[in-house]
């Protein structure tokens, strides 16, 4: 009896963090698409996030809320006031997550987009060469990975260079124009060739990888 109404005890923030989590989770999964979110879709996906961890504090949880306030922040004008804080909070929220549970390849890019644009190059570089290690090939996020890592080239060690490189060339194939055009706008053309023209690329692997995703 006393075991039962323990295991209850235990289990009750939980089933009310899940409970919150789950009124969220279909304004949440558009976070995922590359559209813009209606803004009524991103408070509701926030809001949700936040009762869940005001309940409970999980690293699912905060991991999401941080690529809540991230969206929020990349969808706002350049001179918004609020862009730099949501940046911010969306960077101590991916950590917070992050500490709790580390083997998550998008938290990680997640977390070096945030510090990509509030202008942290190392920490954004550190950020993402733990997202290639724990997730070295994922066509879901190859193409936006790999023009963050052209973006962070001179600032990311050889192992990522090396991670980055093979999944730019099973990219390519597919996302040639994308990555051209960012190359172009980011001084990283020559950077690109190279790896274009890399014993990597031009494996039967890379040149076969048509059927990845844009």
């Given at each position: 009896m006393i075991l039962g109404l323990l295991l209850l005890w235990l289990a009750g923030p939980r089933v009310v963090s899940e409970y919150y989590l789950a009124v969220g989770d279909s304004a949440y999964d558009l976070t995922g698409l590359g559209a813009p979110m209606a803004r009524r879709s991103l408070e509701r996906a926030r809001r949700s996030r936040e009762a869940a961890l005001a309940v409970l504090e999980t690293g699912e949880a905060a991991k999401q809320l941080g690529h809540i306030l991230l969206r929020d922040a990349?969808?706002?004008?350049?001179?918004?006031?609020?862009?730099?804080?949501?940046?911010?909070?969306?960077?101590?929220?991916?950590?917070?997550?992050?500490?709790?549970?580390?083997?998550?390849?998008?938290?990680?890019?997640?977390?070096?987009?945030?510090?990509?644009?509030?202008?942290?190059?190392?920490?954004?570089?550190?950020?993402?060469?733990?997202?290639?290690?724990?997730?070295?090939?994922h066509p879901p996020i190859a193409s936006d990975r790999g023009r963050l890592a052209l973006a962070l080239w001179p600032r990311l060690a050889p192992p990522a260079r090396e991670r980055a490189v093979r999944e730019i060339c099973l990219a390519l194939p597919r996302n040639r124009e994308v990555f051209e055009r960012f190359a172009e706008r980011n001084a990283r053309i020559e950077i690109l060739e190279e790896i274009a023209n890399s014993p990597t690329c031009r494996s039967p692997a890379a040149t076969k990888a048509t059927a990845w995703p844009r």
């Open positions: 990349l969808e706002r004008p350049w001179r918004d006031p609020e862009r730099s804080a949501l940046l911010e909070t969306a960077v101590e929220r991916l950590r917070q997550g992050l500490a709790r549970d580390p083997a998550d390849l998008f938290a990680w890019y997640h977390l070096a987009l945030a510090e990509w644009w509030r202008g942290r190059l190392r920490d954004a570089a550190r950020a993402l060469a733990m997202s290639y290690r724990t997730g070295p090939h």
